[in-house]
């Protein structure tokens, strides 16, 4: 399977207000998006574990460089385990694809573990993702599938941010 550019860099951060104030300022990223997840759809899994926790992301750029800022409450997750580590770092690089259960095999049969994954529903998509890597304290890839309808993925961050903004999966924060 083929995977194209970088998607987004993730940034994991403990308030997300300074942060985005922060980046915006130092890469001159006048708006922010917040996803939105639709009520009692978020099911997320740390190695294999159902977790209790709020994941809030933030979602901004400029020209085709975007950054994802990740804000974390509740249940120890892969983003606190790397808070805890590491403190405020860029915590992964993500692709899209259109087949994760494809891209998880893939990826397994080269010696890469699922850490952690998630679905969830916002403004009509389903979106599922999982982060992988050889070692949790190691490189981290996200990948993340987002399907419309059945037979329906779209990708393009950018694109996604405003027709988001308009379906409600996301919501402009700045």
Same mark, same amino acid.
């Given at each position: 399977?083929?995977?194209?550019?970088?998607?987004?860099?993730?940034?994991?951060?403990?308030? *997300?207000?300074?942060?985005?104030?922060?980046?915006?300022?130092?890469?001159?990223?006048?708006? *922010?998006?917040?996803?939105?997840?639709?009520?009692?759809?978020?099911?997320?899994?740390?190695?294999?574990?159902?977790?209790?926790?709020?994941?809030?992301?933030?979602?901004?750029?400029?020209?085709?460089?975007?950054?994802?800022?990740?804000?974390?409450?509740?249940?120890?997750?892969?983003?606190?385990?790397?808070?805890?580590?590491?403190?405020?770092?860029?915590?992964?690089?993500?692709?899209?694809?259109?087949?994760?259960?494809?891209?998880?095999?893939?990826?397994?049969?080269?010696?890469?573990?699922?850490?952690?994954?998630?679905?969830?529903?916002?403004?009509?998509?389903?979106?599922?993702?999982?982060?992988?890597?050889?070692?949790?304290?190691?490189?981290?890839?996200?990948?993340?599938?987002?399907?419309?309808?059945?037979?329906?993925?779209?990708?393009?961050?950018?694109?996604?941010?405003?027709?988001?903004?308009?379906?409600?999966?996301?919501?402009?924060?700045?």
């Amino acid at each position: 399977m083929k995977y194209g550019k970088i998607n987004h860099v993730g940034i994991v951060v403990k308030d *997300w207000n300074e942060a985005t104030d922060r980046y915006g300022k130092l890469f001159g990223i006048k708006h *922010w998006y917040e996803i939105v997840t639709d009520e009692g759809t978020f099911d997320l899994k740390y190695h294999g574990e159902k977790k209790d926790c709020k994941v809030r992301i933030f979602y901004g750029g400029k020209g085709t460089t975007k950054l994802e800022i990740i804000e974390t409450q509740g249940e120890k997750n892969i983003y606190d385990y790397f808070y805890e580590k590491r403190g405020e770092a860029a915590h992964h690089l993500m692709y899209m694809t259109k087949d994760l259960d494809r891209t998880i095999k893939e990826f397994s049969e080269n010696g890469y573990k699922v850490f952690q994954n998630a679905t969830f529903s916002s403004g009509g998509a389903k979106i599922r993702y999982a982060y992988m890597g050889k070692d949790e304290d190691g490189l981290i890839f996200e990948f993340v599938e987002c399907s419309l309808t059945k037979h329906i993925k779209k990708g393009d961050m950018p694109f996604e941010m405003q027709i988001g903004a308009l379906t409600g999966s996301y919501k402009k924060v700045k």
